[in-house]
């Protein structure tokens, strides 16, 4: 797998800022996850392999880790499901998960005045100042439904 240079020079770049050294195990992981969102870690030891044939996992479990503790990386639990990696950070998005087949889409920040969207505090509590909203939707993908001919949405 040849990435383009400007790639790995904005990655290399950012790792600086990060004050991180420039690695090639940094470089093929964030690679890996920029082309393979939503992936588990061994799906990107793979991909990153192609890159990297030496990588070992602990290697790659430690530099997800690591990009995550930074905010490099978004690293994400959806239920009955590894954790699954992203580099899309910093926007608070969301995701549906298909519960069918396990795909996962971006979906844009949740609007609106649901009563899930506000948070209730318990009175006499100290209310937080809530500065991100981890939502999760839960459905049956297109793919699913005309598969398994599951009747749409009714609205």
Known sequence: MTEPTGT????????????????????????????????????????????????????????????????????????????????????????AVCISCGKVEDVECAVGHAPCLTPHWDEGSKPMTIQIADVLYQGICQDCQRTQQLPAERK
């Open 8 to 95: 790995h020079e904005a990655w290399a770049a950012a790792l600086r800022a990060h004050g991180r050294r420039v690695t090639k195990q940094r470089l093929a992981v964030l690679t890996a996850v920029e082309h393979h969102p939503h992936s588990p870690a061994e799906n990107i030891l793979a991909a990153a392999r192609l890159e990297l044939p030496e990588l070992t996992a602990q290697s790659v479990y430690v530099v997800l880790g690591d990009l995550t503790d930074l905010q490099m990386l978004r690293r994400f639990e959806p239920p009955h499901s590894p954790a699954l990696y992203e580099t899309r950070v910093g926007d608070n998005h969301h995701h």
